[in-house]
């Protein structure tokens, strides 16, 4: 029995229950006497939301990152705890590693806490198989589910994410106007993010009509000297490239070692765009441009959206942050024309 | 009222007191008795030690730490956290910036959770001045405060430290070994951990008969081009070195990137160690030479120095792990006879 038995029976949606509970005035009378008499005839005790009245609550959030040592999702976490704190809420931090089972029994854990909702930071914890991730359909039935840079559909659900897709178009146009024509596309994980990032890699391809080259694309892990020894031995085969585009800086940190480590001029020999602009991209010379994946504005969103749930408003399941492209030294500035 | 008064009237140690509250078997009868008289003419009600026996324990501990975002505090918050919930104990992680008055509120609002313990992470909790800590001395008389990496004298209060005296004494002494003759030390923090390292600076030096010269030695904010700006300002100033001992990797980083700029050739003309072995010392080409000082040992250390803390043993209220020196690129490898 829970809320969402009360909004089916009732005809009505789940934000207008939510709204009942919390007294909010935009309810008619008539559907508020209907919500109440069906939470009767059901025995419905309020739960999640009578935590957002204060009622039952610990004004604790579980939030849940694979590896805070990332600097991505150590930047993350310092803005999702200061976000959730500015709020009045206390954070529970679980580092989880990348495992399901151990991810499952954390979740599980928290959910032992009561805790008022719980933040997945990282595209990591959406699976591939639809079954894996049957345990974070069932628990949003209790409390909201929050996704940060990560995607999937239920109700009760709520996904932040930057437009990773429309990023690396961009970048990757940048890329093609300064003359560059044999991109090639490194990346590390088949994520939600990772597959928008390498959609967004074709669109850009397509749209100036050059034909896309699977040889081109390769899966590397998150390591700067892994990237540097794939492309070293990717140039041994006699691939040909004049640019290298990357899903995170380490790559793109790898890539400039690989240039050193050949004499390779950099950017007139080669291009390179990193990804997350992390303190990574300015620690190589020439320092790295790099895509803004706008941490700060994702992690700020989700907390605005996860108070907008307590409280009952009828919030978006899915909201999409901009990036930004940090031009630094490892792109060309002139247009070919 | 609390243990140290009780410690204190029946003349015994607070560990003392700490196992007649856990049954420890280890007390003769006699001394059980008087500690169990003066706590029932005190009218002492077991506080945080009964929390050990799970008596009245969240099982929760309070991590607070300036910024989550910087690479050494974020590896640190990933162990302990760790550490902590292969115990059964959850963390509830604070990021409180540098601020004093907003670190103690952060800390009173810990308190009021009814944390187990606090766990300071990083050497920016302890101030210059003692009045300043009056905070953290009075709360140890409540729950063990731990310092990772900080040193503050009290009772109640446990240090973790990388010996990072001799971390960069050993550092230093390379450097003289092989050959170089003007060492710059570029530091960001005069913290317990800041001063410790500048005197292992200075230790090297005297044990190698090397005059100490203050212009050698300045203060950087923590920032790879703060760091590049600063040495090419020394070097338009005349300043002669050829070598750059720092306090961190981000000032590493800067001492390469200020190398590439005026064309000094590392290490044969400008030798560089880093501090932390963090990934910024892998990014740069040539690879920074770096102390490791050891974050997973001294956040598991503390973790276990705490569960001590829990059930009553005597534990040391200061432990000290040795570093290591990681030998890259930026370091010359032939020892000059």
Same mark, same amino acid.
């Given at each position: 029995?829970?809320?969402?038995?009360?909004?089916?029976?009732?005809?009505?949606?789940?934000?207008?229950?939510?709204?009942?509970?919390?007294?909010? &005035?935009?309810?008619?009378?008539?559907? $508020?006497?209907?919500?109440?008499?069906?939470?009767?005839?059901?025995?419905?005790? &309020?739960?999640?939301?009578? #935590?957002?009245?204060?009622?039952?609550?610990? /004004?604790?959030v579980g939030i849940m990152c694979s590896d805070s040592s990332?600097?991505?999702?150590?930047?993350?976490?310092?803005?999702?705890?200061?976000?959730?704190?500015? /709020?009045?809420?206390?954070?529970?931090?679980?580092?989880?590693? %990348?495992?399901?089972?151990?991810?499952?029994?954390?979740?599980?854990?928290?959910?032992?806490?009561?805790?008022?909702?719980?933040?997945?930071?990282?595209s990591k914890f959406v699976e591939m198989r639809p079954r894996?991730?049957? %345990?974070?359909?069932?628990?949003?039935?209790?409390?909201?589910?929050?996704?940060? @840079?990560?995607?999937?559909?239920?109700?009760? *659900?709520? +996904?932040?994410?930057?437009?990773?897709?429309?990023?690396?178009? =961009?970048?990757?146009?940048? !890329? *093609?106007?300064?003359?560059? =024509? @044999? *991109?090639?596309?490194? %990346?590390?994980?088949?994520?939600?993010?990772?597959?928008?990032?390498?959609?967004?890699?074709?669109?850009?391809?397509?749209?100036?009509?050059?034909? !896309? $080259?699977q040889e081109l694309i390769h899966q590397c892990s998150k390591?700067?000297?892994?990237?540097?020894?794939?492309?070293?031995?990717?140039?041994?085969?006699?691939?040909?490239?004049?640019?290298?585009?990357? +899903?995170?800086?380490?790559?793109?940190?790898?890539?400039?070692?690989?240039?050193?480590?050949?004499?390779?001029?950099?950017?007139?020999? !080669?291009?390179?765009?990193? %990804?997350?602009?992390?303190?990574?991209?300015?620690?190589?010379? &020439?320092? *790295?441009?790099?895509?803004?994946?706008?941490?700060?504005?994702?992690?700020?969103?989700?907390? @605005?959206?996860?108070?907008?749930?307590?409280?009952?408003? @009828?919030?978006?399941? $899915?909201?999409?942050?901009?990036?930004?492209?940090?031009? #630094?030294?490892?792109?060309?500035?002139?247009? =070919?024309?």
């Open positions: 029995m829970n809320i969402y038995d009360v909004s089916k029976h009732a005809g009505v949606s789940i934000a207008t229950v939510s709204r009942v509970l919390n007294g909010n &005035p935009n309810v008619s009378e008539k559907t $508020r006497e209907k919500v109440l008499k069906v939470m009767d005839d059901l025995g419905y005790t &309020p739960n999640v939301f009578a #935590r957002g009245l204060g009622l039952d609550t610990m /004004h604790t990332d600097p991505y999702l150590a930047g993350a976490i310092y803005y999702l705890e200061r976000s959730l704190r500015s /709020h009045g809420y206390d954070s529970i931090l679980c580092c989880t590693g %990348y495992d399901l089972e151990v991810k499952q029994k954390y979740f599980s854990l928290l959910r032992s806490k009561r805790v008022d909702a719980i933040i997945l930071a990282g894996d991730n049957a %345990y974070l359909l069932e628990a949003a039935a209790d409390l909201p589910i929050m996704l940060v @840079n990560g995607w999937l559909e239920g109700d009760n *659900i709520y +996904s932040t994410l930057c437009d990773d897709r429309e990023a690396v178009r =961009q970048a990757v146009s940048l !890329l *093609i106007r300064t003359g560059c =024509q @044999n *991109i090639l596309y490194l %990346y590390s994980s088949h994520s939600y993010s990772g597959l928008s990032k390498q959609a967004g890699y074709k669109d850009a391809l397509e749209a100036a009509g050059i034909p !896309l $080259r390591d700067a000297e892994a990237s540097r020894d794939l492309l070293l031995s990717l140039a041994d085969q006699g691939l040909v490239f004049d640019a290298v585009m990357t +899903s995170d800086d380490s790559l793109a940190v790898g890539a400039v070692k690989y240039a050193h480590a050949r004499g390779i001029s950099i950017p007139d020999k !080669l291009s390179i765009i990193g %990804y997350n602009n992390s303190l990574l991209a300015r620690c190589t010379d &020439p320092e *790295i441009t790099s895509v803004d994946s706008k941490v700060e504005a994702l992690c700020t969103a989700t907390v @605005n959206t996860l108070m907008g749930v307590f409280s009952g408003e @009828n919030v978006p399941s $899915r909201t999409t942050i901009a990036s930004d492209l940090i031009i #630094r030294s490892t792109t060309k500035r002139r247009f =070919q024309t």
